[in-house]
């Protein structure tokens, strides 16, 4: 039987969460810097390379490089299989659609989240979650608005983008129980590292940093590594389908940073969703908080 979490226990997610929402959405705009110069392959090799050097001078520094091992190697290959995947679609879709669009699309994960959760993790879905969930997802149709006419292969990669990042969700969530921190990212940016160079040099050219964006490539590395951690530790104190949904709250600022930097049109489909979304968030805390009184 799964034990409820205690409201600290939320508190502390969702400041994890929190900290993962800033580092997608700086991810987002050096993503977009970097379009024209790196092909989403050679973005993802040079991002990991930067994680690797971080992951092991924290690892080293702490002294907690001893706990890698390969255990469970096999979910760690698959998870990572998944999140580049997913990732690599994500930047893809980045610079072909509006980034209300990318997000919103994005946001569809914890619909699979709370599908896979409760078949593969034993959580259990509450009427008060489902409802939340379904609620959610209904915000973001109002953002995406999709029809034939936004039917775009940045449309789809964005769209398949979230089912990869669900798998990577749920097993993350499996990988907390029993590795460490320090594992899960160490894995992450050795076999992303391996990814990037087969799938970014098969064709014997990899476009190096120049002095334009090498401070981007830093920006994606960093906030890359910090998202994962940030969902790793939100994960390792609370269940995924009060984790997910809490990433909602990424939806308003994405709106407000491409009015911002790359004047898209806000509309009130876009408000109204967010609204919704924001609503969605509160029930299913709301609801999960007051378990703990």
Known sequence: ????????????????????????????????????DMDTFELMLWRSVIGMIIVLSIGGAAGTLNQVNTRDFGKHMLRNIAHFIGQNLWFFAL?????????????????????????????KMTQTR?????????????VARPDTATISPGFIAAAFAAIGFA???????????GDSITKIMFWLVTLQTAFGLVTAGYDGQITLPSLNTAPWLILVGICGLLAHFCIARALA????????????????????????????????????????????NYLNILSESRKMT
């Open 167 to 177: 798998v990577t969700t749920i097993l993350t969530k499996q990988m907390t129980k």
């Open 237 to 280: 104190v609370a269940p995924a389908m009060i984790v997910s949904p809490i990433d909602f709250a990424r939806l308003p600022i994405i709106v407000v940073v491409g009015i911002v930097l790359y004047n898209e049109p806000l509309q009130w489909t876009a408000i109204l969703g967010a609204l919704i979304i924001f609503a969605a």
């Open 1 to 36: 039987m799964t034990q409820t979490p205690q409201r600290p226990a939320i508190l502390t997610a969702a400041l994890w969460m929190s900290g993962s929402i800033v580092s997608f959405t700086l991810m987002a705009i050096a993503g977009r810097a970097l379009a024209s």
């Open 95 to 123: 610079p072909l659609i509006p980034l209300a669009q990318v997000f919103a699309l994005e946001f569809t994960v914890p619909v699979w989240v709370m599908i896979l959760a409760a078949l593969f993790l034993g959580e």
């Open 130 to 142: 489902i409802m939340a969930v379904l609620l959610g997802f209904s915000g973001i149709l109002l």
